[in-house]
C-alpha cells in the first residue's frame, strides 16, 4: 500500500483524505496491479464475495419472518414458502446460495492446489482461507438445524455426538452443546444465534484474506514472481473487474437455474417433514459439500479414530504450505504434480459419491481405499515430489516468452536455483 | 535497578494479574454454564409407563428426556438366545442378566452409541436392532455385535412401581 502517495483532486476529499485515508484505500484497490495473464479460475475470489453477500442480506430477511422454537419453526419456514411476499425467492435464494458457495469455494481451493498459490509467501493468506471454510461449514451445519425437518434434526443430532467420541469429557460436551439431554428447543435458539454470528466472522476474516493477498500480490498461472506494476501487471480496475463481472454473470445463470427450475434437487425430501425424535431416516445423508468427509468419517470402523480422521483431513490442509517441499508454485511447470493433482480430484469426487451411498460392502471398501489415498497425497506424495521431480524451466516473466521483456531481477536469480534441481 | 530483586511494583504487578485472572473466570462461567441444561429440563426427569398392554415379542417406545427408550417384552426364545451368548463374541462384554433385572423385560435407551440415532426394531444380522445410520447391529439384549457403535445400548435407572408400571428416570 506505500507504493504510491495517493492525493485526492478536490479540496474536500483531501481534507478528508488526511484524516481518514479512505480514498487512498480507494485507489490503491481500483489501482492495485494484477497479473495480466489471471484466467477465469482467479474469477472466484469475487464469486464468492458475491456468495457471501447475498447469503447475508437474504438471511438478514429471513429471520424477519423465521421464529427459531422447537414447536414453531418448521411452520414459520412453511409461512415463509406459503405467506411472505416473495418469500419462497428468498429462501430458495438462501438454500441454493449454501450450495452456491460451497461450489465455488471449492473450485477456489482447487485452484489454489494446481498453481501453488498456498506457497510462500502466501502462506497467511491459505490459512486465513481455511478457517473460512471451516467456518462456512460451521454456518451451514447451523442453518440446516433451522427448518426443524427430519434431516435438520438428526443431522444435528449426529454431528453434535461427533464430540462424544472425545475421552472422558466428550459426553460432558455433548450435553453442553445440546442444553439438555438431547437435541431439543435450547438447542435449536443456540444455533439459530450461532448460524446469525457466523457470517459476520466470515466477512471480518475475508478482509484479512484480501488484505493479506495485497501485500504480495495475486499469484497467477504461471505462479512467478513479478515485478509490480509493470509490462506484466494491468490495474485491478477495469481489467479485472470486467473480467470478475463477467465470470459472475455467468454463475448466477447456473444459480437461477438451480432457484427457478430445481430448487429442491439439492437438498433431502426428508427434511419437509417435521423433526421426531422417535424416528431415524432411513438414509442420513448430509449436504453435498460435506460428503467427502463424511465418507473418510464412516470409513474408519472405530468411533474415536473415525472423527479424527475426518477432522485430519480438514486441518492436513493448514500444514500444506509445508508439506508440500516444491519451489515451484504453478503445476504447469511440475509434469508429474499434475497429475497427482487430478488423480486427488478424482479421488475427493470418488469419496463425495461414495459418501451418499451405503456404508456397505464394495462403497465401504472404495471409501477406504480412497480415503488411504487422500492422506497419502498430502503426506507422502507431496513431500516425495519435491525432491525427486523433475521440473519444466519456468519463464523470467509473464511477457519474457513472446516479447523477451522485462523480468524481474528476484525472479531471474532464482530461476538458475529452481530449475537446477 | 542493577541486581534483579523482587520490589513492591513486581507484587503490585503479580496480584493485579492474578485477581484480573480471577475476575475473568468468573465472568466467563457463567457465560459458559448458561449453555448446560436449565431447570425447566432437568424438571422432566422421570416418566412413568403403564406396560400392561405390552404382549410377549413387541416392544413400544417412549420418550424420556428427549430420547426414545425402548421398552420391549421379550418372549422365552429371545431370552434363552440372550443368555446363551457368549462373553468372548462380544464387543462390550455385558451379561444379559445385568442388562435386564427381569428377563422378561428389557428397557434401554433407544439410541445408538455410535452417533446418536435410534435403531430399528427386529432389523440386522443379530436378531435384535439396525442402525440405519451407519451400519451398527444390536443383539436381542441390546448389545452391539457389528459396526462402528463402541458400547452397548445404554439401560437407563428403572423400577417397578407396581406390576404394570415402570418408571424411568
Given at each position: 500500500m506505500s507504493e504510491h502517495e495517493y492525493t485526492p483532486k478536490s479540496k474536500v476529499g483531501k481534507w478528508f483524505n488526511d484524516r481518514l485515508p479512505l480514498l487512498t484505500l480507494a485507489n490503491h484497490l481500483t489501482d492495485y496491479p494484477t497479473p495480466k495473464n489471471l484466467n477465469y479460475w482467479w474469477t472466484f475470489g469475487g464469486i464468492l464475495t458475491f456468495c457471501l453477500i447475498t447469503q447475508i442480506v437474504t438471511g438478514l430477511v429471513l429471520a424477519m419472518h423465521y421464529?427459531?422454537?422447537?414447536?414453531?419453526a418448521f411452520e414459520s419456514v412453511e409461512h415463509i414458502m406459503r405467506d411472505v411476499n416473495y418469500g419462497w425467492l428468498i429462501r430458495y435464494i438462501h438454500a441454493n446460495g449454501a450450495s452456491m458457495f460451497f461450489l465455488a469455494v471449492y473450485i477456489h481451493i482447487f485452484r489454489s492446489l494446481f498453481y501453488g498459490s498456498y506457497k510462500s509467501p502466501r502462506e497467511i493468506i491459505w490459512i486465513i482461507g481455511i478457517i473460512i471454510y471451516l467456518l462456512m461449514m460451521a454456518a451451514a451445519f447451523l442453518g440446516y438445524v433451522l427448518p426443524w425437518g427430519q434431516m435438520s434434526f438428526w443431522g444435528a443430532t449426529v454431528i453434535t455426538n461427533l464430540f462424544s467420541a472425545i475421552p472422558l469429557v466428550g459426553e460432558g460436551i455433548v450435553t453442553w452443546l445440546w442444553g439438555g439431554y438431547s437435541v431439543d428447543n435450547p438447542t435449536l435458539t443456540r444455533f439459530f444465534t450461532l448460524h446469525y454470528l457466523i457470517p459476520f466472522l466470515i466477512l471480518g476474516l475475508v478482509v484479512l484474506h484480501i488484505w493479506a493477498l495485497h501485500v504480495p500480490g495475486n499469484n497467477n498461472p504461471i505462479g512467478i514472481d513479478i515485478k509490480k506494476?509493470?509490462?506484466d501487471t494491468v490495474p485491478f480496475h477495469p481489467y479485472i473487474v470486467i473480467k470478475d463481472g463477467f465470470a459472475l454473470l455467468m454463475f448466477m445463470i447456473v444459480f437461477a437455474f438451480f432457484v427457478f427450475y430445481t430448487p429442491n434437487i439439492l437438498g433431502h425430501a426428508d427434511n419437509y417433514i417435521e423433526a421426531n425424535p422417535l424416528v431415524t431416516p432411513a438414509h442420513i445423508v448430509p449436504e453435498w459439500y460435506l460428503l467427502p468427509f463424511y465418507a473418510i468419517l464412516r470409513s474408519v470402523p472405530d468411533k474415536l479414530l473415525g472423527v479424527i480422521a475426518m477432522l485430519s483431513a480438514i486441518l492436513i490442509l493448514a500444514a500444506l504450505p509445508w508439506l508440500?517441499?516444491?519451489?515451484?508454485?504453478?503445476?504447469v511447470f511440475r509434469p508429474l504434480y499434475k497429475q497427482f493433482y487430478w488423480i486427488l480430484v478424482a479421488d475427493v469426487l470418488i469419496l463425495g459419491y461414495v459418501g451418499a451411498m451405503p456404508a456397505e460392502g464394495l462403497y465401504l471398501l472404495i471409501a477406504r481405499v480412497a480415503t488411504a489415498y487422500y492422506f497419502l497425497h498430502f503426506l507422502v506424495i507431496l513431500p516425495v515430489l519435491g525432491f525427486k521431480e523433475r521440473t519444466i524451466p519456468v519463464p523470467l516473466s509473464i511477457t519474457e516468452p513472446i516479447l523477451g521483456g522485462s523480468p524481474n531481477l528476484a525472479t531471474a536469480k532464482n530461476k538458475d536455483s529452481l530449475n537446477n534441481q | 535497578m542493577s541486581e534483579k530483586k523482587t520490589n513492591r511494583r513486581d507484587f503490585l504487578f503479580t496480584a493485579t494479574y492474578a485477581v484480573g485472572a480471577v475476575g475473568v473466570g468468573a465472568t466467563v462461567w457463567p457465560m459458559i454454564d448458561q449453555m448446560n441444561p436449565d431447570a425447566s429440563v432437568k424438571a422432566l426427569a422421570s416418566t412413568e409407563v403403564d406396560v400392561s398392554t405390552v404382549n410377549p415379542g413387541n416392544t413400544i417406545t417412549v420418550l424420556w428426556r428427549g430420547k426414545p427408550v425402548f421398552i420391549r417384552r421379550r418372549t422365552q426364545d429371545e431370552i434363552a438366545e440372550a443368555k446363551a451368548v457368549?462373553?468372548?463374541?462380544?464387543?462390550?462384554p455385558e451379561k444379559d442378566e445385568d442388562r435386564a433385572k427381569n428377563p422378561e423385560w428389557l428397557v434401554m435407551l433407544?439410541?445408538?452409541?455410535?452417533?446418536g440415532c435410534v435403531p430399528l426394531d427386529q432389523k440386522g444380522d443379530y436378531n435384535g436392532w439396525f442402525c440405519p445410520c451407519h451400519g451398527s447391529h444390536y443383539d436381542i439384549s441390546g448389545r452391539i455385535r457389528k459396526g462402528p457403535a463402541p458400547t452397548n445400548m445404554e439401560i437407563p435407572e428403572y423400577k417397578f412401581v407396581d406390576a404394570n408400571t415402570i418408571k424411568i428416570g
Open positions: 421464529i427459531a422454537h422447537a414447536d414453531m506494476p509493470s509490462k508440500d517441499t516444491s519451489k515451484i508454485r504453478s503445476a | 457368549s462373553m468372548k463374541e462380544l464387543k462390550h433407544g439410541v445408538c452409541t455410535h452417533l
